[in-house]
């Protein structure tokens, strides 16, 4: 796969996860963070950080992104989330728009 198909995601505490950029595309947020005409950071090295994100959160969040994409054509299925997270989670999820 090539670098510009992928996308890079750092959380606060150092953990880094390369996904494939229609995954990460899921998260209207990181859409146009990626898309955005002009000279962005994100846009041309492909990196987006987290400050305020922990690899546990972000990790689940790189998960539901690809869960999203194999299960959007309708098929239900339960994306298991641990409780210890939840907050966390939503706090995320509503900042990423997804």
């Known amino acids: 796969m090539k670098k510009e198909e992928t996308v890079k995601l750092m959380s606060w505490d150092g953990f880094e996860f390369v996904v494939e950029r229609r995954a990460a ?3 209207n947020t990181l ?3 990626l898309t955005s005409p002009g000279s962005f950071a994100e846009t041309q090295r492909g990196e987006v950080r987290f400050p305020e ?3 546990a959160v972000l990790e689940k969040i790189c998960q ?3 869960w999203s994409l194999h299960y959007s054509s309708g098929k239900e299925t339960d994306f298991h989330i641990e409780p210890e997270i939840t907050l ?4 995320a ?3 990423l728009d997804t």
């Open 64 to 66: 539901y992104f690809y």
């Open 31 to 33: 859409r146009n963070m």
């Open 88 to 91: 966390d989670l939503m706090m």
């Open 93 to 95: 999820a509503n900042f």
């Open 25 to 27: 595309m899921v998260s």
């Open 53 to 55: 994100i922990s690899g």
